[in-house]
Nanobody
Framework: VQLQASGGGLVQAGGSLRLSCAAS????????MGWYRQAPGKKRESVAD?????EYAESVKGRFTISRDESKNVVYLEMNSLKPEDTADYFC???????????????WGQGTLVTVSS
């Protein structure tokens, strides 16, 4: 299973970006898809998850919106009112099952860099 993320870039504070991530491969079922981010010198942190319930980090609530296109196995992250502290590598992930295998797997995409200038 592969994840391809896109949509990062450079934006001024207050601006918007939309990230997308497509999962491909022999996926039987997806439990959740979401986004983490990692800023320079900091630990990776969860940003948003679209499992049974949608969850957001406190720091992005009201500004970021996660959505999924289940027919295409794509997850989006709409980011508005961006702040310099949102600058980070953003990584998408998927929790999935393969055909004929009961256990769940975690897959990660490559990071897409978001830089917010002040």
């Amino acid at each position: 299973v592969q994840l391809q993320a896109s949509g990062g870039g450079l934006v001024q504070a207050g601006g918007s970006l939309r990230l997308s991530c497509a999962a491909s491969g022999p996926i039987y079922e997806i439990n959740s898809m979401g986004w983490y981010r990692q800023a320079p010198g900091k630990k990776r942190e969860s940003v948003a998850d679209s499992g049974d319930t949608i969850e957001y980090a406190e720091s992005v609530k009201g500004r970021f919106t996660i959505s999924r296109d289940e027919s295409k196995n794509v997850v989006y992250l709409e980011m508005n009112s961006l702040k310099p502290e949102d600058t980070a590598d953003y990584f998408c992930y998927v929790k999935y099952r393969l055909y004929g295998i009961r256990r769940w797997f975690d897959g990660w995409g490559q990071g897409t860099l978001v830089t917010v200038s002040s």
